[in-house]
Every structure is written in C-alpha cells, then in structure tokens.
C-alpha cells in the first residue's frame, strides 16, 4: 500500500505525464498554445514566487574597448527580503572601472528598504565603517522608485530587463502583439510566448512541467523601439566611458536558467546567466555576461513573528537624512526615528507665527504703550518749564 507522501508524488508524475503527453498531441497535430493562457500561467508563477527571501551572488565580466577582456566590473552579494511591494536589501558591491588607463575599483556596502509608500537607504563606508549617507522618502512613493526594487541582477527572475523604462515583462507582453510555439529547449518540451511592438521584439520560454517558469527570456531591439516612453534606441548614445559615445543601432539581451530546484513546491532558479550585448557606430560592440546564483531561497518564509522591514544598521543620533520628497527642509536620525533637526524646528515655529516678529504679546504692548505715554507727559513738562522760565 503506498504512502500518502509516495501517493502524492506518484500523483504528481502521473499529471505531469499526461500534460506532457496531451502537449506532444497538439503538437503533431500542428497546434499552436494559446498566447493568452501562456501568459496568464507566466503571471501565475510569478505571483507564487512574491513572498520571499534569498541570497544572490552576481559576477558581471565586461568585453568591449574599456577594459582589458573579462574585466569583473561588478561582484555582488546581496541577502533579499521580499514580501510582495515591500523589499529589503543587504548589499554588498565592488566595482571596477577605467580611470586616466588603469583599472580603479570602488566598493559600496548599503541597506536598502521599499514599502508601500516610502523607501529608506542607508549607505556605509566599507573600508572606515561609517555612515556614508542616510536617504528617504517619506510620502508617497514615485513610480519611478517603485520599478527601482527590481532594477537590481536578481531583477530578471521577476520579469525586469534593462530598456523597457522599469517595466515589468508581463506589462510588455501586455502591451505588445503575441504569438506563441512549443519548442524543445535543453531536451525539454517548452512553450514560448513570443511578442512584438513598441518595446521591440520579446521572446519568453515557459517549462509546463515546471510550473510555467520562465526558462529563457529574449529581447532584441532596433531602430525606432523604445528604450523608455519618450526615447527611442535611436536617441540613445553611450556615455563614453564604457560603452562608446557613439549611437547604439541594436540591443540584445538574454536570460538563460542554468539549474532550478523546486522549493515547497515552486520551481525556482538556482543559477541563471544573463548577456547585455550593445551594438554602436563605427562597428563597436559591448557584452557583459553575469553569472547570478541564488541560495538559502525561502518561498514561504513567515514575517509574522519579526518584521524584517525594518532598519537594522546602527545609525549614529543626529545622522543627517536626506529627505527626496522635501527638498529644503534638514532632518536627521534621532533614536530610530527621522525627526528634522533642531535648527529646522525652530524656523517651522517662525512660518507658524508662534515667534514672528509682528505677534508681540498683549503685555509687552501695553508696556511699551505706557512708556510712550510717560515720554510724553516728561516732554509736555519739560516744555511747560522752559516757557515758563522765558516769560
């Protein structure tokens, strides 16, 4: 008699089996998937993977004429907490990058938290272990900022490429013309939802006996598609330092997992390698490969007993914080709060009129309107006596 865990298992090779064997029908019947229900099984697994923590382990290795072949330009350590629009991040980064022909290289160690409505960054000094600088938004926050949680390496696990203006892919996909094949990637039977519009061509291959999980990704853009909603690849021109200052005349980039494991059930990568390669004028070519690998992956994990989002690097009492979203005003840390500086309270009192210059207090008028009339009584009497003397 089976078990009911070998049940299970034996249950769940059997469902796989069969969609497998019901795909290998449509297949040699010619059919096509149905690019709808595609993406609304990609939208699926994405949504099955919002709750989470990991470590991601990047190495981004430059070709082009800046530096010498192979150059890591990035090495990264981040731990990451995730729980649907609230992130935090441990980051740790070294940077390589030419400077007057010699390779500089440059460190950056940061805590990063985005909720719902504000976001907080604390960077460090690495080599002093000081504050750096403390920045915040308070209010509401932008856009702009909320696509930034994803614009980091591990971004392209959620959908997030480099020019499409912080966009996630199923917004892409959303907003371009879909198509879709089955294919056999790696020996595996796979189904590819492809895409074409405004933001270029997009091409995203989905494992079913997986989960739907995006096994490649593909984007490819040229001429006129758009880098952001008001650029076109056209407009855009390297910075010279390392990519050329020259116009770029095609993008292409990949995302390919290399090794998933499956985690309380949800099949998630493991290792993934992701190519950035920019065409330019005059025949200049840049590729930068990264390797990323993910570990210690928790799809499950439980918040409730400790809020991770949350500030856990020591700030030193009277840090001064840059507050994006009030320009002007000086505010500072104070005993695990952002409160504006003392200096700053004071003038607030002033735009009050608790200290304005015209709000005297009742008693100091009528003090001072009895000194006038005093004065003027002495001077009447001073000018009676002299009159006086006269005649």
Known sequence: MLSTDRFRSFSAICAIAMFVIACSHEWARGASPSPERLLASYKSWLASTARATFRVDCVARYQGFALPAGTPIQESTHIVWRDGDRWKLQMHDTFRYPRRGQVATGEDVSERIYTNNSSFMVIQDPAKHVIRGVV??????????????????????????DGNDGLLLPAVLEDSTLTAHFEVHNGRQVQVLDAEGKWGIHAVWLDPAAGYIPCRIEQHKVGKDLLRADMPLTSYVGDGRFWPKHACNAMHRTVEVTKTQSYSGTTFPVAMTLVDEERFDKDQTVTV???????????????????????????????????????GINYEWRDGNIVKSMSQAALANLNDGKLASSAYPLGTKLMVALGLVALALLTFLFCSRLRSKRS
């Open 136 to 161: 915040a938004n308070l209010d509401e926050l932008p856009e702009s900022q909320r696509r930034q949680t994803y614009s980091y390496k591990h971004g392209a696990v959620y959908g997030y490429l």
């Open 289 to 327: 490969t990264t390797e990323i690998r993910f570990a210690h992956v928790n799809l499950r994990p439980d918040f409730s007993s400790a809020n991770p989002f949350i500030v856990s690097t020591p700030i030193p009492n009277g840090t001064p914080v840059q507050v994006d979203d009030h320009p």
